[in-house]
């Protein structure tokens, strides 16, 4: 009983010095690659990069405590980063101080709803979402991951439109204009280095190298080379106008916004008010959202010239430093070569202070120490707005942690619990928000690394999270200059396993419709991205509607004997059927909602062959029936009996006979009717049927020379 509430007690059953050596270096081997990719895929979450580090420091510790998989290595991964964003951008602007809050208060929620999956042992809900739905979805996914980061990798800013798409082509275009070329480079150069260490030896870290390398050349290069101005040092009239313009848009947003908020709660308690007083707060409402969407849009439009704009700096003898427009007239007093943009997002420009870029952007200032742990505070409207996205990554981030799980179980020999593991998983996001965590999950790539280095035991994941609680109090600093384009080249490497070609193949080949679901859900959701929930939403309901459409029309096959002398369909395999006997096998439970169709098979039979005397249904397949479809079955009995055809079952299992007795449906038919098996019934049935008949050659009988005659 103690081993399932503590389960990390089984590690250390015949643990030794030897195998600590195993698991401190396995986890050693995780932390190198988990420390730079938590940061990449903190800023795919729409975090600073820090927050990837706060994921990374309580969660892959108490995943393996108390889950049930030794080798899976849990924390930030790229799709429900991805998912993540997805879900918060409608509530805040990424990396607010609300977007982070909400963040956390998602992990919260994700992790309490796998925690109570996993203690009632509900982890078999995962099912929902089939394999054609999670390929279909995990492709577009990663897709989707890698184009996001491309606006990072030319060095370009654009604002997000509505379609994940439509920022995409933003970008393109800007980058054909626009593009930082030290920037790039710094991602090329990354990339050349993963790829190439890769190739040479896998068990290099070849991430952490990429990451050490391009951070030395950004700190002794200035990559980054920011500088802060006055506005009156921009010498450019309408760059001025622009930025005034902009700070009024901003500053009409937030006011807006503080009014309709308490509009909102008004509305909320006017519980009492008369209908068309609600009915004006309602509209008073609406104005305001449309004056916001208004003001948005106006920000966004000034906020496109600036960023467009290129400086060049001019030193003058009595101002200081000055900053002329690359595209008219420069005079020839330059302080260097670089171009300077005006760094914009959606706050308001201090126009004594602004920062303007002539170089790349590098992750910053990382706080120093642990993050402060408490409960995060949890507001109810909140929770249950939360709640639907939260039930979303919590099946996808199962299913990834599972998949994986069972994979390396597979290799270990290790027994696998998949409740334990909902578990470990659901209070590895609820402690994990208590340090600042956004939701985790089990990573492919790092439980690939941790099996490889050869762990043995969750003690490796631990001394992972040991690990990035020294970088977090010792190494911060050292991170300042790495570049932003390095995070993005991580991102998009590491989401190259997710694209799966041949899964849409497999499916296809398994199922036509299970390959056309999984193609709609990849069709979709790269559609509707960033609502990437709408997609999961659309593969999930057809995968439900096929399932239904069959439990409504199950295969109902007439048998008759194949060369090999088995029973076999007819249709399929092109076989003659007798002309007096119809030997037809029910596949599935017979229920309310398929009932009708056994007898409308049946009647569509006899309008076909008007020779038929006797109806052998097959039962092997009835696994269940329910009051409906025994009404059904005694009604077709009734009807089959009064107009001169004989009826019997063969290969009814025990709970249907106990429904047949209690319902005293057994005693209508007759036990002398209810056969064991098919051949039993054909053998007693066969010859009282054929009698008086003309069939030269019954094609049910076996043929003792092992071929099947045909009509």
Not at 30 to 42: D, E, F, N, R, T
Not at 346 to 354: A, D, Q, R
Not at 528 to 540: C, D, K, R, T
Request: charged share 15%.
């Amino acid at each position: 009983m103690l081993t399932k509430i503590l389960p990390f007690i089984e590690w250390f059953k015949d643990y030794s010095l030897a195998k600590f050596r195993i698991d401190f270096v396995a986890g050693l081997t995780v932390a190198l690659v988990l420390i730079p990719q938590s940061m990449a895929y903190a800023q795919l979450a729409g975090l600073p990069a820090y927050y990837g580090l706060y994921a990374a420091f309580l969660p892959p510790m108490i995943a393996s405590l108390f889950g049930s998989s030794r080798q899976l290595a849990t924390g930030p991964v790229a799709v429900v980063s991805l998912m993540t964003a997805a879900s918060l951008e409608p509530l805040a602007s990424a990396g607010s101080e609300a977007f982070i809050a909400y963040a956390i208060i998602l992990a919260l929620t994700v992790g309490v709803f796998q925690l109570l999956l996993g203690i009632l042992r509900l982890g078999l809900i995962v099912n929902f979402l089939s394999h054609p739905v999670v390929n279909g979805f995990t492709n577009a996914a990663a897709i989707i991951i890698a184009t996001s980061q491309l606006s990072k990798l030319f060095g370009v800013y654009v604002d997000k439109a509505h379609h994940h798409y439509e920022t995409i082509i933003r970008v393109i275009e800007t980058a054909f204009h626009y593009t930082h070329l030290p920037t790039l480079a710094m991602g090329i150069l990354s990339i050349a280095i993963m790829v190439g260490l890769k190739r040479l030896n896998p068990r290099i870290p070849y991430v952490l190298v990429a990451v050490a390398v391009t951070t030395i050349i950004s700190w002794a290069t200035g990559f980054q080379h920011n500088t802060s101005v006055t506005m009156a040092q921009i010498m450019d009239e309408s760059a001025q106008k622009d930025i005034q313009s902009f700070n009024h848009a901003v500053e009409s947003i937030a006011g807006l916004s503080v009014e309709r908020t308490t509009l909102s709660s008004k509305i909320e308690s006017s519980h009492d008010a008369s209908p068309l007083d609600r009915l004006d707060l309602e509209y008073q409402s609406r104005v305001f959202t449309a004056k916001i969407d208004a003001a948005k849009s106006q920000a966004s439009q000034i906020r496109t010239r600036l960023r467009e704009m290129k400086f060049s700096a001019v030193k003058d003898t009595n101002k200081g430093v000055l900053f002329y427009p690359q595209d008219g007239q420069v005079p020839d007093a330059r302080v260097d070569d670089r171009v300077y943009r005006i760094l914009v997002g959606n706050k308001i420009l201090n126009t004594e202070s602004m920062v303007l870029s002539g170089g790349g952007a590098v992750v910053g200032e990382v706080p120093k120490g642990l993050p402060k742990l408490g409960i995060p505070p949890i507001n109810i409207s909140v929770f249950l707005q939360l709640l639907p996205y939260a039930i979303i990554i919590s099946l996808l981030g199962f299913m990834e942690a599972i998949a994986i799980a069972k994979a390396m179980a597979a290799k270990t020999g290790q027994r696998l619990d998949p409740n334990q593991e909902l578990i470990g998983q659901g209070l590895s996001n609820i402690l994990g928000s208590f340090g600042k965590s956004y939701p985790v999950s089990g990573s492919f790539s790092r439980s690939a690394v941790n099996l490889q280095a050869g762990a043995v035991s969750g003690l490796s994941s631990v001394i992972t999270s040991i690990m990035v609680i020294f970088t977090l109090l010792f190494f911060t600093p050292l991170l300042y200059h790495l570049p932003q384009a390095v995070l993005a080249s991580v991102i998009m490497m590491a989401v190259i396993g997710l694209v799966n070609i041949s899964g849409f193949v497999h499916a296809w080949k398994a199922q036509w419709y299970d390959g056309l679901i999984s193609v709609i859900t990849f069709v979709v959701t790269l559609a509707v991205a960033p609502h990437l929930e709408n997609g999961i939403y659309i593969g999930v309901g057809l995968s439900l509607a096929v399932f239904l459409y069959k439990c409504m029309r199950p295969r109902i096959s007439s048998l008759s004997r194949g060369e090999d002398q088995s029973l076999k369909d007819s249709c399929v395999h092109e076989l003659a059927t007798c002309e007096h006997i119809e030997l037809i096998r029910f596949e599935g439970p017979l229920f309310f909602a398929n009932a009708s169709y056994l007898e409308d098979e049946i009647n569509s039979r006899i309008q076909k062959e008007s020779d038929l005397r006797h109806f052998i249904i097959a039962c092997n397949g009835v696994n269940d029936i329910d009051a409906s479809g025994q009404e059904t079955l005694a009604l077709i009995i009734q009807r089959l009996r009064s107009a001169g055809y004989g009826v019997s079952l063969s290969g009814v299992n025990d709970a249907v006979y106990k429904v047949l007795a209690r319902t005293h449906l057994l005693e209508e038919i007759g036990v002398h009717n209810i056969y064991p098996t098919m051949e039993k019934a054909l053998s007693t049935v066969h010859a009282q049927t054929h009698v008086n008949t003309k069939e030269d050659q019954c094609p049910l009988l076996v043929n003792c020379l092992g071929t099947q005659s045909t009509k």
